[in-house]
């Protein structure tokens, strides 16, 4: 039976965040071919081999293709009466609480590419060596109201936030 620690989070990000990551995952993608296809001949290379090309392209398209629909099902969030709980990830999965007591700063924010898509993310600073805690791919409403929640809740919390 698991107890009431690290388990995870109820609340999925914006199905949004997946088109988002799409793009993203293409521009780097495109951005792996142009090199490979400029790298030869600027730098006196032996041209690559078509299949060498054709293989990477595969590659890169199946990364486009799975990333993104993989980030979406794992990114998961949740707030209660005493933490915030993160999830987050695609190849190494990471989860983690940050009590309320401990919260120092909420903040927000929106990435130009991220507005196109209405979206935002909520970042919750504590004292923790391993850093702050980022809810990536929220409706920039609901990150609105997240920061606003947190900032209540952390602020009634009689903890000393260090």
Known sequence: MAGPGLREPSQRVSPRARLLWLLSAAVQSLLVLGAMVLAGPVLDWVE?????????????AGYVAVVPQWRYLVHRWEVTETAVYTQTGWWARERRIAPMSRIQTVD????????????????????????????????QSRARQLVDELTVKADTDPGDAT
Do not use: H, K, N, Q
Not at 114 to 122: E, K, Q
């Open 48 to 60: 690559l081999p078509w299949w060498a090309l054709a293989v990477a392209v595969v590659v890169l």
């Open 108 to 139: 927000y924010a929106e990435g130009a590419v991220a507005r196109l898509f209405g979206l935002a993310s909520v970042t919750v600073t504590t004292a923790s060596a391993a850093g702050a805690l980022e809810i990536a791919g929220l409706e």
